[in-house]
C-alpha cells in the first residue's frame, strides 16, 4: 500500500473542496430574461396642419433585446384640437382604447377636424408593462402667411 504524504493529502484535499464549490455555487435554475426595454423612433413630422390635412408618422419599434413572448400594443389620446389618428391598416384609434400592434415598423395617419392646435400622445405598452410616451403638436394651417411673418419680427 502506497504511503499518503501530507502533501498529497492537502492536494486532494484542494481538490475535492474545488469540486464541491463548483457543484454549491451553481445555480440549476436557468435564468431567462423576458423583460427588455424598448423605444418608440420616428421620422420628423410636419408642424402645420389645415382641416382635413393629413400627417404621416413613421414609427419604428426599437428593443433593447428579443424576447417571443412579449406582444406590444398601442393607444393615443388627444388633449387639444380635433382629429383622427389611423393606422396603416385602417384602423381608426379610439382615444384611451388599446389596440394590439402587429409590426414593429408602421405608419400612423392623423387628419386635423379643425383648424385649432392638435396635441395628441402616443403610448405603446408592452405585455410587461412597460409604457413608452410620445407627443406630437400641429399648428392650426389657416393659410394666412401675414401671421405668419409677423411672429418673425
Same mark, same amino acid.
Given at each position: ?8 493529502? $492537502? ?5 475535492? #473542496? ?21 423605444? $418608440? ?7 402645420? &396642419?389645415?382641416?382635413?390635412?393629413? #400627417?404621416? @408618422? /413613421?414609427?419604428?419599434?426599437? /428593443? ?6 412579449? /406582444?406590444?400594443?398601442? /393607444? ?16 381608426? &384609434? @379610439? ?12 405608419? &400612423? ?42 411672429? @418673425?419680427?
Amino acid at each position: 500500500m502506497k504511503k499518503i504524504t501530507f502533501k498529497r493529502a $492537502l492536494a486532494l484535499a484542494a481538490w475535492l #473542496a474545488a469540486i464541491v464549490l463548483m457543484f454549491v455555487a451553481c445555480d440549476y435554475e436557468l435564468e431567462i430574461k423576458q423583460v427588455y426595454g424598448f423605444d $418608440l423612433e420616428t421620422m420628423p413630422v410636419q408642424k402645420k &396642419l389645415s382641416v382635413g390635412q393629413t #400627417a404621416e @408618422i /413613421r414609427c419604428t419599434l426599437v /428593443r433593447e433585446g428579443e424576447y417571443d413572448g412579449v /406582444r406590444f400594443f398601442i /393607444r393615443m389620446f388627444q388633449y387639444d384640437g380635433r382629429g383622427i389618428l389611423q393606422m396603416d391598416d385602417g384602423t381608426t &384609434l @379610439i382615444p384611451n382604447d388599446l389596440y394590439p400592434l402587429e409590426k414593429m415598423q408602421f405608419r &400612423l395617419y392623423y387628419t386635423a377636424l379643425s383648424n385649432d392646435q392638435s396635441n395628441i400622445s402616443i403610448f405603446i405598452e408592452d405585455s410587461f408593462g412597460q409604457v413608452v410616451e410620445k407627443i406630437f403638436s400641429w399648428q392650426g394651417d389657416t393659410g394666412d402667411d401675414e401671421e405668419d411673418n409677423e411672429n @418673425i419680427e
